[in-house]
């Protein structure tokens, strides 16, 4: 029998495999995503979920490039929330300057401001020296600095865009780029002509009527992983792919893309019998994280 171990960091590492999910589903259109196809990377580079900043003071693992913010509560959650700036821009304190290699993917959830003048655009810009390439998500999605630069739009515009949160994420692989906003893929770039990014940013327009919002930042590395291949090789399956809420057992939407991923590795391979594996990491109460851990693991099983 083959393992599958799904590591949930920093918070706590659950598992699962998929069919369903979760009775606990709380708020969750998981039928949304479906065909949700996006899947992190299997090497993760940097997390922040603002957690371990203290409110009022700016995030600790960033380094602030342009305008104003602070870590402050947002609708109940610490977030970096950029007051002021135009363009408000950071950029993740990792060692290494040039610290993308491809294929990576990156993830962040924004909170797109309520309708009204200001912009409800986030940007991320990746970066090769003095080189950049932009992609810009909100109601409307787009490139700059391609030599043809490419558009899309998020379902529903505006309407259902502003004054809600967002989950976005990117992949970059072989040069190319697709964007997803929640559960839709906007955007493909097909070709980025040969530019191979190194840093990213991220960066928009803030203000104290409209600030900036982000949380739940990741990078990894990574994202063409063969999931047969690696359990006739190792035995297992790692996956960082599925989340949940803080301290619950609540499955994430997002993490639908890894679990359509295993959906369709098990549809093709009936043989295939998969154990459930969880870990969790050091902090906190061992028994509880042991308890929430199998929690976790029966919300997608």
Known sequence: MHRFLIAICPVLISCGIPSAVAQAAGQQDYKAYQNYDFVPGDRPLFEDDFRSDK?????????????????????GEPALVMTDGNYAKISPRITSAKYLTPPFTVELDYYAPPPGPQTDKIGISLHRGDEDRNFWFGADVSTEGLEHDLTGSYPGGDERFDGRWHHLAMVYKSDQVKLYADQTRVLV??????????????????????????????????????????LNKSGKIVSHGIHFDV????????SMGTINEVARLLKGNPQLKLEIGGHTDSSG???KNMTLSQQRADAVL
């Not at 301290?247 to 997002?254: D, G």
Request: negative net charge; proline residues 4%; charged residues 20%.
């Open 247 to 254: 301290n619950a057992a609540t499955v994430k939407a997002e």
């Open 189 to 230: 770039v097909p070709d980025l002509g040969g530019f191979k990014p190194e840093s990213l940013s991220i960066e928009g327009v803030g203000s104290s009527e409209a600030p900036l919002v982000v949380k739940n930042v990741r990078i990894a590395l990574g994202g063409d992983m063969n999931l047969l291949d690696a």
């Open 285 to 287: 109460d061992a028994a």
């Open 55 to 75: 409110d009022g003071e700016f995030a600790s693992h960033w380094k602030l490039e342009g305008g104003q913010g602070a870590v402050n509560q947002f609708q």
